[in-house]
């Protein structure tokens, strides 16, 4: 169904939908994409935002954007996908954009977030589909493909490997490359950050909030090739007393034309205006949770669905390139392709044409 307040998504203006937007249509941003129509879907437990283009009934693919990020994040990848008669659909998750926000830390449990895509799914007809997650989008995915098997016919990860005992802390540090992040140097390697985000939560989120446009600037920035093998500031955020150290808020930092659009990173801005960062910042805050979770899935988290897995060769965090980090993926999936793109973590903006053409030939490959 269409938003309560019919709000559609044009070259000019993106509207909120619920909110933070006023009913005779006040923008908190603009998009350079004439494609997307903005949908709201609320149940008794949880409102979702998500953006539509293409055909109604071509077969559906459902893009999960991650951290720090929205739905619009998808923007090329649904204009491509519609393009070719796909029914494309991208959520807010959980925190972000125009969806549900509980200020309660625990409503970020992995549990809380499949639910979430489960009763959005019903709402669109509950046929299986091609499921795509970027970042925390990727782990979302995961869940679900191990959680409600009928509910995909193909799963695309990009940026963050599948980990089917759960996206917990100690499962990621097992797996850190101690050649680049020596233990007793870097007892959390890459992912110092994430311990951060449980040790000190409250200051890692006000140290975001203090200036959103700056942080999303500075965050949103290309992989380099000469950062490979080296180690990465995210290892370093505890001994430096938050992300920002002593200033305890992001330089001031242009935003990137290259990754986003001017009119797409206001947009961007804009979403986070109405809760902070304190709900995506609680995604990291649930490990029991996650991890008993994972637990309750069939066949031990094996994913039987076809599975690609798309690594960014420059992406200091998250690569499964020379390194175990995609050891548990490849034994979890019984079908899976790896590919590797030139780009950071950001593929879904550093690389809009060559992901989606890579999704593309897999799935016409699968049969899918």
Same mark, same amino acid.
């Given at each position: 169904?269409?938003?309560?307040?019919?709000?559609?998504?044009?070259? !000019?203006?993106v509207?909120?939908?619920?909110?933070?937007?006023?009913?005779? $249509?006040?923008? *908190?941003?603009?998009?350079?994409?004439?494609?997307? %129509?903005?949908r %709201?879907?609320?149940?008794? !437990?949880?409102t979702?935002? /998500?953006?539509?283009?293409g055909?109604?009934?071509?077969?559906?693919?459902?893009?999960?954007?991650?951290?720090?990020?929205?739905?619009?994040?998808?923007?090329?990848?649904?204009?491509?996908?519609?393009?070719d008669?796909?029914?494309?659909?991208?959520?807010d998750?959980?925190?972000?954009?125009?969806?549900?926000?509980?200020?309660?830390?625990?409503a970020?449990?992995?549990?809380?977030?499949?639910?979430?895509?489960?009763?959005? #799914?019903? #709402?669109?007809?509950?046929?299986p589909?091609i499921?795509?997650g970027?970042?925390?989008?990727?782990?979302?995915?995961?869940?679900?493909?191990?959680?409600e098997?009928?509910?995909?016919?193909?799963?695309?990860?990009?940026?963050w490997?599948?980990? =089917?005992?759960?996206?917990?802390?100690?499962?990621?540090?097992?797996? %850190?490359?101690?050649?680049?992040?020596?233990?007793?140097?870097?007892?959390?390697?890459?992912?110092? /950050?994430?311990?951060?985000?449980?040790?000190?939560?409250?200051?890692?989120v006000?140290d975001?909030d203090?200036?959103?446009?700056?942080?999303?600037?500075?965050?949103?920035?290309?992989?380099?090739?000469a950062?490979?093998?080296? %180690?990465?500031?995210?290892?370093?955020?505890?001994?430096?007393?938050?992300r920002?150290?002593?200033?305890? !808020?992001?330089? =001031?930092t242009? =935003?990137?034309?290259?990754?986003?659009?001017?009119?797409?990173?206001r947009?961007?801005?804009?979403?986070?205006?109405?809760?902070?960062?304190?709900?995506?910042?609680? *995604?990291?805050?649930?490990?029991?949770?996650n991890?008993?979770?994972?637990?309750?899935?069939?066949?031990?988290?094996?994913?039987?669905?076809p599975?690609?897995?798309?690594?960014?060769?420059?992406?200091?965090?998250?690569s499964?390139? $020379?390194?175990?980090?995609g050891? =548990?993926?490849r034994?979890a999936?019984?079908?899976?392709?790896?590919?590797?793109?030139?780009?950071?973590? +950001?593929?879904?903006?550093?690389?809009?044409?060559?992901?989606s053409?890579?999704?593309s030939? +897999?799935?016409?490959?699968?049969?899918?």
């Open positions: 169904m269409r938003s309560a307040l019919g709000l559609t998504l044009n070259r !000019r203006t509207l909120l939908g619920i909110g933070a937007a006023t009913p005779s $249509g006040t923008a *908190w941003g603009e998009v350079a994409s004439s494609t997307l %129509v903005s %709201v879907f609320s149940s008794p !437990r949880h979702t935002h /998500y953006l539509e283009s055909p109604v009934g071509g077969p559906l693919i459902i893009f999960l954007h991650g951290f720090p990020s929205l739905s619009l994040i998808w923007r090329a990848q649904m204009d491509a996908f519609a393009a008669g796909w029914h494309c659909i991208a959520p998750m959980r925190g972000y954009g125009g969806s549900s926000a509980p200020s309660d830390k625990d970020y449990a992995m549990k809380e977030i499949v639910a979430d895509m489960v009763e959005l #799914h019903d #709402h669109l007809g509950g046929k589909a499921w795509v970027h970042d925390w989008g990727s782990i979302v995915t995961g869940a679900v493909a191990a959680h098997p009928g509910r995909t016919r193909g799963v695309v990860l990009a940026s490997a599948y980990f =089917p005992d759960g996206n917990a802390l100690n499962v990621l540090v097992s797996l %850190v490359d101690r050649t680049i992040y020596p233990a007793e140097q870097f007892p959390d390697g890459q992912w110092d /950050y994430a311990r951060y985000y449980n040790t000190n939560f409250d200051g890692a006000a975001l203090a200036d959103h446009e700056a942080y999303l600037a500075s965050a949103y920035q290309p992989g380099y090739p950062l490979v093998g080296k %180690v990465s500031p995210m290892a370093m955020v505890t001994r430096n007393g938050g920002f150290g002593a200033a305890h !808020r992001a330089p =001031p242009q =935003p990137n034309p290259a990754l986003w659009p001017l009119t797409d990173f947009t961007l801005v804009q979403a986070f205006k109405p809760h902070g960062f304190r709900g995506p910042c609680a *995604w990291y805050t649930n490990d029991d949770a991890v008993a979770f994972a637990h309750e899935s069939a066949n031990g988290g094996r994913l039987s669905q599975v690609l897995f798309i690594n960014g060769d420059f992406d200091q965090i998250c499964i390139t $020379g390194n175990c980090q050891d =548990p993926m034994a999936c019984a079908d899976l392709t790896i590919t590797s793109l030139q780009g950071g973590h +950001w593929l879904p903006l550093e690389r809009e044409a060559e992901i053409q890579t999704i030939t +897999w799935l016409k490959t699968k049969k899918l």
